[in-house]
């Protein structure tokens, strides 16, 4: 089975999709060693992976290298694409497909505000012309970044119509709120992120759980930490070995 169509199935599957974000090709390969079915890209460890700021539309050329890395792994691969770092939308549309990616996450968010509706849904629209295949993962910032959230739902099911396979609405805690999404939602998944316990998010019918940066955000601390536990003379971390860790990119590099 082709895996943008495997991607598709594990949205409606018996258990939501628990989907880790990586940031280079060792972290994802670590996640897929670990049994994860799918991976995502975590666009603030990729961002600071190179030295450069998240959410400012300037990782397009570093986000497109780690696709083409990541189309190796036998798991299906979706990718943060911001706005679509000002690319023609076809043409990233198209690439990413090329590549082997299974699914992409568009946000609506540009810097402080949200984009018009209108603009957002030609944004998923042209994704969607350019390649059915794809599972669009539309982003509402409405709470990601403390606005009113009257306009969620609206939003929501705009950019469904404009071709969205999923939605995605970080920062929503509020249980009611989320079970009143779902139901309006209907078949198209919701996903949130990581911020409620799994258990309960699969209770109030999310179909989707994204980690977000939260794995980069710890393995960066642990990293620091290691070292300065070294320098004290305290015990370090545990950790993989190097042979286990230079078998990685061997034990899932999917076969061609």
Known sequence: MPLAVQFKDLHHADEPL???????????????????????????????????????????????????????????????????????????????????????????????????????????????AATPELFINARVDTYWLHLPTDDTTRRALAYVDAGADGVFVPGIGDERQIEQLVATLGRTPLNLLAQLPFQRLRELGVRRVSTGSLPFRVAITAAASAATAYATGAPTPAAMSYEE????????????
């Open 18 to 128: 628990l989907l880790p974000n990586a940031w280079d090709f060792a972290s994802a390969a670590a996640f897929v060693h670990a049994g994860f079915r799918a991976v995502g890209t975590t666009s603030l460890g990729v961002a600071a992976s190179h030295g450069l700021p998240d959410a400012a539309g300037v990782t397009g050329p570093e986000t497109l290298a780690l696709a083409r890395t990541l189309a190796r792994l036998p798991v299906p691969v979706t990718v943060d694409i911001e706005a679509g770092f000002g690319m023609d939308p076809a043409e990233l549309a198209a690439e990413l497909t090329a590549i082997g990616i299974a699914g992409v996450n568009i946000e609506d968010a540009r810097g402080d505000h949200l984009a018009a509706i209108d603009e957002q849904c030609a944004l998923i629209a042209a994704f969607r």
């Open 245 to 256: 860790a230079q078998a990685l990119t061997g034990d899932v590099n999917r076969s061609r």
